[in-house]
């Protein structure tokens, strides 16, 4: 019998407890983990500790380095990053929170195709560098990435850098964009200036001086031929400066056979275009080269109306065994461990940071870019300041263009002398490569090389498509070298030497009008 004292109790059911909440670390250390979630799965990620290589062309950047306010080219990638999910949004405009390192700056406008950044990134899912280059300009594009030590900088690990400066040749010529002076004085002689009066006058290149083309394209289109050599091949084919040619004697290797009725061109040394032919029966393109020397005469105008190179114009000039070897002397002065403070800004004599070591500098191969021809100085250091490889190779093409002695170059390197020295323009200045052989020395065993072995072609590629037509059509279409020559005077730089003596032993005035175009 049931007892009525007795109550039956039903206990609740069982309820089941709130789920965890999944939380993100805002730590910096390899555990670093991230949660994708979807309706069927969970996947997790950690942050990698990675050296990115990747290449940029400078135009339109104002350098490297990030700065509140301006284009970056680092302002541009930091927020690529985030957009592809390789850096979380707490971190976002942080880039302490993710170790982040650069193994070089680059001024304004200055381009690179070795540049390496470091920093912790989600870089899974596969597909990171694709959705970096796909959140990028097309002006930067990254290479790869390399699994690195945790404790891995890329600025602190990066043992030296190599850069490459392209100084058109005609730059070298100490007979091409000389100053008002010099150029009346030199009329009537036998060494004639070219006269620069307009480039010097309005601020700008005169046609046919400084790689200005003017082709009639009819149905013919024309695109950057670019190709690299060195100085004994281009020797064998180019005139030296000597070398005297007219029509009756010219012809040789330099003649090629085009086709019929299109037209041909040609370019010298010193960056004049080509004398425009239309192949006909009348013309033998393998008797004649089609260059400055044979088809252009003093004071003739071409068929668009512009005065054509008189003497003197260094329509003859070449960079041959004999130029090479002088300037290369010029530059391997800069070798070994200096003083730089005269050849940056904002650096004191006394600051230690000052004194650089140079490993290399040397300027062996030309390059020729859309019919205009460039010496290729590289230069390899441990690190380097503000302007200072501008300013190096600025002194370097005063000296060799005769505007100061050689001695100039070894006062400017020391201590205890203040010397103001001309900045070349940025435009021919790229990062070519950084390496970290202490680092490969010492972690080889456990991590992959750090180099850019694996990414040349890509490289190569970028710098033809990129940078070399950049550097080549800005001096064409602005004439930013040859209007930077005629800055080269005593009234701009009064350390330069008012008198200089040329190649044979005369002396020639070097002042000229400020055409206002100093570099920065």
Known sequence: MENPDTKATISPPPQEPDPKKLKMSTTTSDDDETTTTDTTKKQRYKRRKVAIFFAYCGVGYQGMQKNPGAKTIEGDLEEALYLSNAVPEQDRNNPKRYDWARSARTDKGVSAVGQVVSGRFYVDPPG???RLNSNLSPQIRIFGYKRVTASFNAKKFCDRRRYVYLIPVFALDPSAHRDRESVLASLGSDKEFVKCLECSERGRKVGGLMGKRNYELRGTSFGLDISSNTNESMVESEFNEE???SPDNAGGDDSKSEPKNEISTSSNNNGVSGVEVENSEDTDLNSEPLNDTTKVSVGEENGNGEEK???GSGSEYCYGEKEKDRFNRIL????????FHNFTTRTKAADPAARRYIISFNANTTVTVGGMDFVKCEVVGQSFMLHQIRKMIGLAVAIFRNCAPESLLEIALQKDVNVNVPTAPEVGLYLDECFFASYNQKWGDSHEELSMK???QEAEDFKMKHIYPHISSTEQKEGVVGLWLHSLNHRNYPDLCTTAA?????????ESVDVGNVAE
């Open 309 to 311: 190179p008189e003497k």
């Open 128 to 130: 990171f560098v694709d």
């Open 243 to 245: 070398t005297k040619v």
């Open 454 to 456: 694996d990414y040349e």
């Open 502 to 510: 040329d190649n044979d032993g005369n002396t020639s005035n070097e």
């Open 332 to 339: 391997n002065c800069y070798e070994g461990t200096h003083n």
